[in-house]
């Protein structure tokens, strides 16, 4: 349970260094940060959220370069260890200039990961 808490600061702050260095936009809406789910149904949620950003941001690029990594609700928690060690360790996704993850996207992919360490761990 520690080595996940600890999994999770690391992405959480590498996250924060992530945006500060990229962008100095304005919060466009303040609220929108401040969302905090909370449901019977969050687990869910959190990989619809997460199978989100997926499709649109990663399968893009996927469909035409790497079609064995294209994400779909079924396989994508058996990627989530590799989706953070490309995201949040070695920063080399997403690729190219054009397709970037908002803040909220960083942090909504890193709760599902998360979530999927401690579901198949029983936490």
């Known amino acids: 349970m ?11 702050i590498s996250t ?17 940060l401040r969302t905090v789910h909370v449901s019977s149904n969050t687990a869910r949620d ?9 499709d649109n941001k990663c399968n893009v690029c996927h469909l ?6 294209v994400f779909t609700t079924e396989n994508m928690n058996s ?3 590799d989706i953070y060690k490309q995201v949040y360790v070695k920063k080399r996704m997403p690729k190219g200039k054009k397709i970037k993850l908002t803040s909220q996207e960083y942090q909504n992919l ?5 979530s999927t360490k401690t579901s198949t761990n029983g936490i």
């Open 64 to 69: 035409k370069r790497n079609k064995r990594r």
């Open 79 to 81: 990627w989530a260890n």
């Open 110 to 114: 890193l709760t599902w990961i998360s």
């Open 46 to 54: 959190t990989k619809a959220e997460a199978f989100q950003i997926l």
């Open 2 to 12: 520690m080595v996940t808490i600890v999994k999770l600061l690391i992405g959480i």
């Open 16 to 32: 924060l260094l992530v945006n500060s260095k990229n962008s100095y936009e304005p919060f466009q809406d303040y609220n929108e």
